[in-house]
């Protein structure tokens, strides 16, 4: 697995960004997923597959402690106004916080995950 990390300036008009991504030429998140007969029902397309990865506890070992990644690094970058983008099969599911967007693309082997940061982060809420 190889990490490519870079600053773009004026991604989506929001200003200057971090971009985190990772792919492997894996089986891919529906074939992974597919292994553990709990989530047969989650996994009948790679977009449902995707939207399920992104849920805490959600792993294709079934062994406990496992399947949080997702669900934080998620959390992380919807705190910050950022986003979380996984890509696997012919799905694209992108993770915002307060929504979730998915839509067929063209194939991809394995997995790609990308993490967008605004460079400055969200304000906090005032208390």
């Known amino acids: 697995m190889q990490a ?8 989506r008009g929001k200003g200057e960004e971090v971009l985190v991504a990772i792919a492997d030429g894996g089986v891919g998140v529906r074939e ?3 292994r553990n007969p709990a989530y047969a029902e989650h ?3 790679d977009n449902d597959a995707l939207r399920h990865a992104l849920k805490m506890g959600v792993t294709g070992t079934g062994e406990i402690g496992r399947g949080g990644g ?7 970058a919807a705190r910050a106004g950022g986003s979380l983008s996984l890509r696997s099969g012919s ?13 067929n693309v ?5 997995t ?9 982060a969200a304000e906090e809420p005032a208390s």
């Open 112 to 120: 790609f995950v990308r993490v967008s940061l605004p460079r400055k």
């Open 32 to 34: 992974t997923l597919s």
């Open 4 to 11: 490519y990390q870079h600053i773009v300036s004026g991604g």
């Open 70 to 76: 997702l669900a934080v690094v998620g959390q992380i």
């Open 43 to 45: 996994t009948k397309t």
């Open 91 to 103: 799905g694209r599911v992108t993770h915002y916080g307060d929504r979730t967007n998915s839509r």
């Open 106 to 110: 063209p194939p991809f082997p394995g």
